[in-house]
Protein backbone atom coordinates (compact mmCIF):
# COMPACT_ATOMS: atom_id res chain seq x y z
CA UNK A 1 0.00 0.00 0.00
CA UNK A 2 1.27 3.50 -0.99
CA UNK A 3 2.28 5.73 1.89
CA UNK A 4 0.74 8.62 -0.19
CA UNK A 5 -1.70 11.03 2.37
CA UNK A 6 -5.47 9.50 1.80
CA UNK A 7 -8.26 11.54 1.75
CA UNK A 8 -7.70 15.34 -0.22
CA UNK A 9 -4.65 17.50 0.22
CA UNK A 10 -4.40 21.27 -1.67
CA UNK A 11 -2.00 23.75 -1.67
CA UNK A 12 -2.76 26.47 -3.94
CA UNK A 13 -0.86 29.82 -4.99
CA UNK A 14 -1.89 31.86 -7.00
CA UNK A 15 -2.13 35.87 -7.42
CA UNK A 16 -3.71 36.63 -10.83
CA UNK A 17 -6.56 36.86 -11.97
CA UNK A 18 -7.64 36.53 -8.59
CA UNK A 19 -5.37 36.28 -5.32
CA UNK A 20 -5.72 32.31 -4.11
CA UNK A 21 -3.23 31.24 -1.69
CA UNK A 22 -3.84 28.30 1.30
CA UNK A 23 -3.93 25.03 2.10
CA UNK A 24 -6.26 22.21 3.63
CA UNK A 25 -6.73 18.69 3.92
CA UNK A 26 -9.99 16.15 4.43
CA UNK A 27 -9.87 13.20 5.10
CA UNK A 28 -11.67 10.15 3.55
CA UNK A 29 -15.15 10.15 4.87
CA UNK A 30 -14.96 13.24 6.19
CA UNK A 31 -16.94 16.66 5.21
CA UNK A 32 -14.98 19.77 4.79
CA UNK A 33 -16.84 23.14 4.75
CA UNK A 34 -15.54 26.21 3.23
CA UNK A 35 -16.91 29.24 4.84
CA UNK A 36 -16.16 33.20 3.79
CA UNK A 37 -18.12 36.21 2.55
CA UNK A 38 -19.20 36.78 -1.43
CA UNK A 39 -16.04 36.62 -3.22
CA UNK A 40 -13.98 34.90 -0.14
CA UNK A 41 -12.79 32.53 -2.94
CA UNK A 42 -14.81 29.31 -2.40
CA UNK A 43 -16.38 28.58 -5.48
CA UNK A 44 -12.96 29.40 -7.24
CA UNK A 45 -11.38 26.95 -4.93
CA UNK A 46 -14.17 24.30 -5.56
CA UNK A 47 -12.83 24.74 -9.26
CA UNK A 48 -9.43 24.21 -8.64
CA UNK A 49 -10.25 20.74 -7.14
CA UNK A 50 -12.53 20.09 -9.96
CA UNK A 51 -9.73 20.75 -12.99
CA UNK A 52 -12.01 23.71 -14.21
CA UNK A 53 -9.33 26.36 -13.28
CA UNK A 54 -5.67 25.98 -13.07
CA UNK A 55 -3.77 27.93 -10.33
CA UNK A 56 -0.14 29.76 -10.63
CA UNK A 57 1.31 26.98 -8.85
CA UNK A 58 -0.41 24.19 -6.24
CA UNK A 59 -0.56 20.82 -5.27
CA UNK A 60 -3.32 18.20 -5.16
CA UNK A 61 -3.56 14.53 -3.74
CA UNK A 62 -6.64 12.49 -3.89
CA UNK A 63 -7.11 9.16 -2.27
CA UNK A 64 -3.48 8.95 -2.82
CA UNK A 65 -3.08 9.63 -6.08
CA UNK A 66 -1.69 13.21 -7.81
CA UNK A 67 -4.22 15.31 -9.55
CA UNK A 68 -2.48 18.21 -9.63
CA UNK A 69 1.31 18.96 -9.52
CA UNK A 70 2.40 22.10 -11.34
CA UNK A 71 5.95 22.52 -10.79
CA UNK A 72 5.93 18.98 -12.69
CA UNK A 73 3.51 20.35 -14.80
CA UNK A 74 0.90 17.82 -13.47
CA UNK A 75 -2.80 19.07 -14.35
CA UNK A 76 -5.24 16.51 -14.45
CA UNK A 77 -8.44 17.89 -16.73
CA UNK A 78 -11.65 17.38 -15.10
CA UNK A 79 -12.45 14.30 -17.10
CA UNK A 80 -9.59 12.79 -15.89
CA UNK A 81 -10.24 13.51 -12.20
CA UNK A 82 -12.76 11.75 -10.52
CA UNK A 83 -15.05 14.47 -9.26
CA UNK A 84 -18.59 14.50 -8.23
CA UNK A 85 -20.25 17.51 -8.29
CA UNK A 86 -23.83 19.17 -7.13
CA UNK A 87 -24.54 22.64 -7.89
CA UNK A 88 -27.06 24.95 -5.92
CA UNK A 89 -28.96 24.94 -8.99
CA UNK A 90 -29.08 21.33 -9.73
CA UNK A 91 -28.01 21.64 -13.01
CA UNK A 92 -30.21 19.09 -14.14
CA UNK A 93 -31.21 18.28 -18.05
CA UNK A 94 -35.01 19.64 -18.31
CA UNK A 95 -35.90 17.44 -21.00
CA UNK A 96 -34.72 14.33 -18.92
CA UNK A 97 -36.59 12.28 -16.66
CA UNK A 98 -34.58 12.02 -13.08
CA UNK A 99 -33.81 8.40 -14.62
CA UNK A 100 -31.98 9.52 -17.56
CA UNK A 101 -30.40 12.64 -16.16
CA UNK A 102 -28.47 10.06 -14.15
CA UNK A 103 -28.10 7.44 -16.48
CA UNK A 104 -25.56 10.83 -18.50
CA UNK A 105 -23.27 9.94 -15.84
CA UNK A 106 -22.98 6.42 -16.48
CA UNK A 107 -22.22 6.41 -20.51
CA UNK A 108 -19.15 3.95 -19.40
CA UNK A 109 -21.75 1.33 -18.82
CA UNK A 110 -23.75 -1.19 -21.65
CA UNK A 111 -26.97 0.73 -22.73
CA UNK A 112 -29.28 -1.60 -21.19
CA UNK A 113 -27.21 -1.31 -17.96
CA UNK A 114 -27.32 2.14 -17.26
CA UNK A 115 -31.07 2.08 -16.75
CA UNK A 116 -30.74 -0.39 -14.23
CA UNK A 117 -27.86 1.42 -12.63
CA UNK A 118 -28.99 4.65 -12.54
CA UNK A 119 -32.65 3.62 -11.00
CA UNK A 120 -29.92 1.70 -8.04
CA UNK A 121 -28.19 5.00 -7.26
CA UNK A 122 -31.82 7.05 -7.25
CA UNK A 123 -32.48 4.49 -4.68
CA UNK A 124 -29.49 4.92 -2.64
CA UNK A 125 -30.52 8.43 -2.43
CA UNK A 126 -34.27 7.56 -1.24
CA UNK A 127 -36.09 8.26 -4.69
CA UNK A 128 -38.16 5.48 -6.10
CA UNK A 129 -41.15 4.72 -7.56
CA UNK A 130 -43.05 7.44 -9.88
CA UNK A 131 -41.01 10.29 -9.06
CA UNK A 132 -37.98 8.56 -11.05
CA UNK A 133 -39.94 9.04 -13.90
CA UNK A 134 -40.67 12.36 -13.28
CA UNK A 135 -38.96 15.29 -15.24
CA UNK A 136 -37.25 18.18 -12.89
CA UNK A 137 -40.09 20.29 -13.36
CA UNK A 138 -42.07 17.74 -11.90
CA UNK A 139 -40.26 17.37 -8.83
CA UNK A 140 -39.37 19.61 -5.71
CA UNK A 141 -36.47 21.59 -5.17
CA UNK A 142 -35.35 18.68 -2.47
CA UNK A 143 -36.17 15.66 -4.91
CA UNK A 144 -34.10 17.83 -7.74
CA UNK A 145 -31.37 18.10 -5.63
CA UNK A 146 -31.38 14.35 -4.94
CA UNK A 147 -31.40 13.41 -8.73
CA UNK A 148 -28.42 15.77 -8.90
CA UNK A 149 -26.28 13.77 -5.74
CA UNK A 150 -27.00 10.72 -7.65
CA UNK A 151 -25.83 11.90 -10.95
CA UNK A 152 -22.47 12.98 -8.95
CA UNK A 153 -22.42 9.89 -6.80
CA UNK A 154 -23.15 7.53 -10.23
CA UNK A 155 -19.42 8.63 -11.87
CA UNK A 156 -17.92 6.96 -8.37
CA UNK A 157 -16.15 10.20 -7.68
CA UNK A 158 -13.00 9.91 -5.25
CA UNK A 159 -13.87 13.56 -4.06
CA UNK A 160 -17.43 15.06 -3.71
CA UNK A 161 -17.45 18.72 -4.36
CA UNK A 162 -20.64 19.95 -2.79
CA UNK A 163 -21.34 24.09 -3.73
CA UNK A 164 -24.23 25.49 -1.64
CA UNK A 165 -26.42 22.49 -2.23
CA UNK A 166 -29.36 23.28 0.30
CA UNK A 167 -29.31 26.64 -0.41
CA UNK A 168 -32.48 26.56 -2.71
CA UNK A 169 -34.48 23.71 -0.80
CA UNK A 170 -37.05 25.05 1.48
CA UNK A 171 -36.18 23.94 5.21
CA UNK A 172 -37.98 20.85 5.77
CA UNK A 173 -36.44 19.21 2.75
CA UNK A 174 -32.87 20.44 3.78
CA UNK A 175 -33.54 19.04 7.46
CA UNK A 176 -34.02 15.48 5.25
CA UNK A 177 -30.94 16.33 2.53
CA UNK A 178 -28.68 16.64 5.45
CA UNK A 179 -29.54 13.13 6.53
CA UNK A 180 -28.73 11.83 3.52
CA UNK A 181 -25.63 13.61 3.78
CA UNK A 182 -24.57 12.05 6.96
CA UNK A 183 -25.29 8.62 5.22
CA UNK A 184 -23.64 8.99 2.34
CA UNK A 185 -20.32 10.31 4.40
CA UNK A 186 -20.59 6.84 6.14
CA UNK A 187 -21.22 4.76 2.93
CA UNK A 188 -18.67 6.55 0.92
CA UNK A 189 -15.68 7.18 2.74
CA UNK A 190 -14.26 9.63 0.56
CA UNK A 191 -13.13 13.31 1.12
CA UNK A 192 -16.66 16.01 0.85
CA UNK A 193 -16.07 19.68 0.34
CA UNK A 194 -19.05 21.62 1.20
CA UNK A 195 -19.44 25.62 0.48
CA UNK A 196 -21.99 27.23 2.00
CA UNK A 197 -23.42 31.07 3.35
CA UNK A 198 -25.37 29.15 6.33
CA UNK A 199 -22.86 29.29 9.15
CA UNK A 200 -25.05 26.92 11.38
CA UNK A 201 -25.18 24.60 8.80
CA UNK A 202 -21.37 24.58 8.62
CA UNK A 203 -20.79 24.21 12.11
CA UNK A 204 -23.42 21.30 12.41
CA UNK A 205 -22.57 19.22 9.53
CA UNK A 206 -18.66 20.15 9.16
CA UNK A 207 -16.12 17.95 10.55
CA UNK A 208 -13.94 20.60 9.47
CA UNK A 209 -14.19 23.92 9.02
CA UNK A 210 -11.98 26.46 6.50
CA UNK A 211 -12.22 30.36 7.01
CA UNK A 212 -11.51 31.53 3.28
CA UNK A 213 -11.15 35.49 2.97
CA UNK A 214 -9.69 37.43 -0.03
CA UNK A 215 -9.07 34.21 -1.39
CA UNK A 216 -7.10 33.18 1.27
CA UNK A 217 -7.57 30.43 4.39
CA UNK A 218 -7.21 32.04 7.49
CA UNK A 219 -8.05 29.03 9.53
CA UNK A 220 -8.44 25.39 9.16
CA UNK A 221 -10.05 23.51 12.28
CA UNK A 222 -12.72 21.14 13.44
CA UNK A 223 -15.84 23.73 14.21
CA UNK A 224 -15.75 24.09 17.23
CA UNK A 225 -11.71 24.39 18.02
CA UNK A 226 -12.20 27.13 15.38
CA UNK A 227 -15.38 28.66 17.85
CA UNK A 228 -13.34 28.19 20.77
CA UNK A 229 -10.42 29.31 19.28
CA UNK A 230 -10.71 31.72 16.18
CA UNK A 231 -7.34 32.78 14.84
CA UNK A 232 -8.09 36.72 14.55
CA UNK A 233 -10.72 38.70 15.27
CA UNK A 234 -11.45 38.96 11.62
CA UNK A 235 -12.20 34.76 11.67
CA UNK A 236 -14.22 35.47 14.68
CA UNK A 237 -16.46 37.74 12.90
CA UNK A 238 -16.93 35.53 10.18
CA UNK A 239 -17.49 32.62 11.83
CA UNK A 240 -20.47 34.66 13.58
CA UNK A 241 -19.21 34.73 16.71
CA UNK A 242 -21.26 36.98 19.24
CA UNK A 243 -19.73 37.34 22.25
CA UNK A 244 -16.70 38.97 20.65
CA UNK A 245 -15.00 42.18 22.74
CA UNK A 246 -12.52 44.27 23.15
CA UNK A 247 -9.71 44.88 25.88
CA UNK A 248 -6.20 45.15 27.43
CA UNK A 249 -3.96 42.65 27.87
CA UNK A 250 -2.54 43.65 31.26
CA UNK A 251 -0.01 40.95 32.02
CA UNK A 252 0.67 37.82 34.48
CA UNK A 253 -1.69 38.42 37.39
CA UNK A 254 -1.28 37.61 41.37
CA UNK A 255 -1.99 34.42 40.79
CA UNK A 256 0.31 31.53 39.33
CA UNK A 257 -0.29 30.95 36.07
CA UNK A 258 -2.91 33.66 35.08
CA UNK A 259 -3.02 37.00 33.60
CA UNK A 260 -4.83 40.20 33.56
CA UNK A 261 -7.36 40.95 30.75
CA UNK A 262 -9.06 44.44 31.34
CA UNK A 263 -12.46 43.95 29.35
CA UNK A 264 -13.28 47.82 27.55
CA UNK A 265 -16.23 48.69 25.80
CA UNK A 266 -14.79 50.32 22.60
CA UNK A 267 -11.41 49.22 21.26
CA UNK A 268 -9.51 52.48 21.76
CA UNK A 269 -10.32 52.83 25.26
CA UNK A 270 -6.72 52.74 26.82
CA UNK A 271 -5.53 51.87 29.88
CA UNK A 272 -7.22 54.41 32.39
CA UNK A 273 -10.87 53.06 30.98
CA UNK A 274 -12.92 51.22 33.69
CA UNK A 275 -13.85 47.75 33.24
CA UNK A 276 -13.56 44.51 34.97
CA UNK A 277 -10.45 42.56 35.32
CA UNK A 278 -10.83 39.10 34.53
CA UNK A 279 -7.74 36.91 35.84
CA UNK A 280 -7.21 33.99 32.98
CA UNK A 281 -5.11 31.94 31.52
CA UNK A 282 -1.94 33.37 30.72
CA UNK A 283 -0.41 31.54 28.22
CA UNK A 284 2.79 33.84 27.87
CA UNK A 285 2.20 34.80 24.07
CA UNK A 286 1.09 38.50 24.57
CA UNK A 287 2.75 41.25 25.72
CA UNK A 288 2.13 43.93 28.84
CA UNK A 289 -0.60 46.70 27.78
CA UNK A 290 -1.43 45.26 24.44
CA UNK A 291 -4.72 45.72 23.28
CA UNK A 292 -6.27 42.64 22.30
CA UNK A 293 -9.70 41.01 21.19
CA UNK A 294 -11.17 38.13 22.71
CA UNK A 295 -14.14 35.64 22.37
CA UNK A 296 -16.03 33.46 25.03
CA UNK A 297 -18.11 30.15 23.82
CA UNK A 298 -21.96 30.46 24.32
CA UNK A 299 -21.42 27.28 26.43
CA UNK A 300 -19.16 29.09 29.04
CA UNK A 301 -21.71 31.92 29.78
CA UNK A 302 -24.95 30.43 32.17
CA UNK A 303 -27.92 32.61 32.89
CA UNK A 304 -28.99 32.55 36.26
CA UNK A 305 -31.85 33.76 37.97
CA UNK A 306 -30.57 34.20 41.53
CA UNK A 307 -26.99 35.19 42.27
CA UNK A 308 -25.56 32.07 41.71
CA UNK A 309 -24.00 31.47 45.16
CA UNK A 310 -22.03 28.27 44.73
CA UNK A 311 -20.16 29.87 41.90
CA UNK A 312 -18.88 32.85 44.02
CA UNK A 313 -15.61 30.92 45.39
CA UNK A 314 -14.64 29.71 42.55
CA UNK A 315 -11.02 31.32 41.11
CA UNK A 316 -12.24 30.13 37.23
CA UNK A 317 -15.81 31.84 37.38
CA UNK A 318 -16.65 35.19 37.03
CA UNK A 319 -19.82 36.10 37.95
CA UNK A 320 -21.71 39.39 36.73
CA UNK A 321 -24.60 41.05 37.70
CA UNK A 322 -26.65 41.97 34.17
CA UNK A 323 -30.03 43.49 32.94
CA UNK A 324 -31.82 42.89 30.22
CA UNK A 325 -31.56 45.29 27.73
CA UNK A 326 -33.26 43.46 24.35
CA UNK A 327 -35.26 40.36 24.17
CA UNK A 328 -36.38 38.79 21.04
CA UNK A 329 -38.22 35.57 20.83
CA UNK A 330 -37.48 33.09 17.93
CA UNK A 331 -39.75 30.14 17.90
CA UNK A 332 -38.61 28.01 20.86
CA UNK A 333 -35.59 30.02 21.56
CA UNK A 334 -34.94 33.57 22.74
CA UNK A 335 -32.07 35.82 21.94
CA UNK A 336 -31.11 38.08 25.26
CA UNK A 337 -28.94 40.91 25.35
CA UNK A 338 -27.54 41.14 28.75
CA UNK A 339 -25.73 44.82 29.81
CA UNK A 340 -23.54 44.57 32.36
CA UNK A 341 -24.95 46.54 35.60
CA UNK A 342 -22.22 47.27 36.78
CA UNK A 343 -20.25 48.98 33.51
CA UNK A 344 -22.53 50.70 30.98
CA UNK A 345 -21.51 49.81 27.32
CA UNK A 346 -20.39 45.93 27.50
CA UNK A 347 -22.91 43.41 27.01
CA UNK A 348 -23.19 39.54 26.41
CA UNK A 349 -25.51 38.34 23.82
CA UNK A 350 -26.99 34.56 24.64
CA UNK A 351 -29.28 32.39 23.23
CA UNK A 352 -31.90 30.97 25.96
CA UNK A 353 -34.18 28.14 25.93
CA UNK A 354 -35.82 25.47 28.06
CA UNK A 355 -36.60 26.18 31.66
CA UNK A 356 -34.58 29.96 31.90
CA UNK A 357 -36.72 30.93 29.51
CA UNK A 358 -39.96 31.52 30.72
CA UNK A 359 -40.39 35.03 32.95
CA UNK A 360 -37.48 37.01 31.15
CA UNK A 361 -38.54 40.72 30.73
CA UNK A 362 -36.75 43.71 29.50
CA UNK A 363 -35.23 45.61 32.48
CA UNK A 364 -34.88 42.27 34.50
CA UNK A 365 -31.82 41.96 36.40
CA UNK A 366 -29.67 38.36 36.10
CA UNK A 367 -26.53 37.11 36.77
CA UNK A 368 -24.19 35.38 34.58
CA UNK A 369 -21.19 33.04 35.02
CA UNK A 370 -18.32 32.95 32.96
CA UNK A 371 -16.17 30.18 32.82
CA UNK A 372 -12.84 31.73 32.65
CA UNK A 373 -10.84 28.86 30.96
CA UNK A 374 -12.72 29.59 28.04
CA UNK A 375 -11.83 33.19 27.04
CA UNK A 376 -10.03 33.12 24.15
CA UNK A 377 -7.63 36.17 23.49
CA UNK A 378 -6.27 37.25 20.34
CA UNK A 379 -3.45 40.26 19.83
CA UNK A 380 -4.94 43.02 17.61
CA UNK A 381 -2.46 43.58 14.83
CA UNK A 382 -1.60 47.36 13.75
CA UNK A 383 -2.92 46.83 10.77
CA UNK A 384 -6.32 46.45 12.39
CA UNK A 385 -6.45 50.53 12.81
CA UNK A 386 -6.15 49.73 16.33
CA UNK A 387 -4.48 51.98 18.77
CA UNK A 388 -1.77 50.12 21.22
CA UNK A 389 -2.49 51.73 24.29
CA UNK A 390 1.04 50.76 25.52
CA UNK A 391 1.42 54.27 23.44
CA UNK A 392 -0.71 56.07 25.33
N1 LIG B 1 -12.33 34.17 -13.86
C1 LIG B 1 -12.14 35.16 -13.01
N2 LIG B 1 -11.31 36.16 -13.30
C2 LIG B 1 -11.07 37.16 -12.43
N3 LIG B 1 -11.64 37.24 -11.23
C3 LIG B 1 -12.49 36.28 -10.87
C4 LIG B 1 -12.80 35.18 -11.72
N4 LIG B 1 -13.69 34.37 -11.09
C5 LIG B 1 -13.92 34.95 -9.88
N5 LIG B 1 -13.23 36.09 -9.75
C6 LIG B 1 -13.19 36.97 -8.55
O1 LIG B 1 -12.53 36.23 -7.55
C7 LIG B 1 -13.12 36.47 -6.27
C8 LIG B 1 -13.58 35.16 -5.67
O2 LIG B 1 -14.73 34.67 -6.35
P1 LIG B 1 -15.50 33.35 -5.92
O3 LIG B 1 -16.64 33.17 -6.87
O4 LIG B 1 -14.54 32.24 -5.79
O5 LIG B 1 -16.03 33.77 -4.49
P2 LIG B 1 -17.08 33.04 -3.56
O6 LIG B 1 -16.46 33.01 -2.20
O7 LIG B 1 -17.48 31.74 -4.14
O8 LIG B 1 -18.27 34.08 -3.59
P3 LIG B 1 -19.87 33.83 -3.47
O9 LIG B 1 -20.10 33.41 -2.07
O10 LIG B 1 -20.43 35.19 -3.76
O11 LIG B 1 -20.24 32.79 -4.47
C9 LIG B 1 -14.24 37.46 -6.53
O12 LIG B 1 -13.74 38.75 -6.25
C10 LIG B 1 -14.54 37.29 -8.00
O13 LIG B 1 -15.05 38.49 -8.53
Not at 258 to 264: A, E, I, P, S
Request: proline share 7%; aromatic share 4%.
Amino acid sequence: MSNAPQGLVLNVNQAHPMRLKGAFSCRPGELLVLVGPSGAGKSSMLRVMAGLMRPDSGLMQVQGEVWMDLQSGVFKTPQERRVGLVFQDYALMPHLTAIDNVALALMHLRPAQRRHAAIEWLGRVKLTGDEIHRKPAALSGGQQQRVAMARALARRPQLLLLDEPFSAVDSMNRQALYGLLADLRQALNIPMVLVTHDLQEARHLGDKLVVLDGGEVLQEGAPAEVHQRPRNSRVADLVGIQNRFHGVWLGPGPADGRGQLRWLSKPDDGLDAAGPVLQVLDKGKIPANFPVSWVVHPDALELHHTLPVHRLGDASVEVFPVEVLQLRDLGELSLVELGLSEHVGLRFRLVVSGPQRPGLHRGQSLWVSMNLQSVHIMPKKADQNLVDVSKN
